[in-house]
């Protein structure tokens, strides 16, 4: 599991799930709960979504079209 997220995506991936699950707590929603998933993948440095799409917005993983991760 390499690292595939660049410090550009990762800082917008807190920014939003930061701002869902705030407009979760305050619309008393679960629909915050879903601001984990953008957070969890900033925090660990890598999509699974973004390896079968080829995406590398670090510059590394993907080398040639094909995908190390």
């Known amino acids: 599991m390499k690292p595939n997220i660049g410090n550009i ?18 619309s008393k929603s679960w629909i915050g709960a879903i601001g984990a998933v ?3 993948t900033a925090f660990i440095g890598f999509c699974p979504l973004y390896c079968p799409l080829r995406i590398s917005t670090r510059g590394e993983c993907c080398n040639n079209g094909k995908c190390d991760c």
Request: glycine letters at 20%.
């Open 38 to 40: 953008p957070l969890l």
């Open 9 to 26: 995506d990762r800082a917008l991936r807190i920014i939003i799930g930061l701002g869902i699950i705030g407009y979760g707590i305050v």
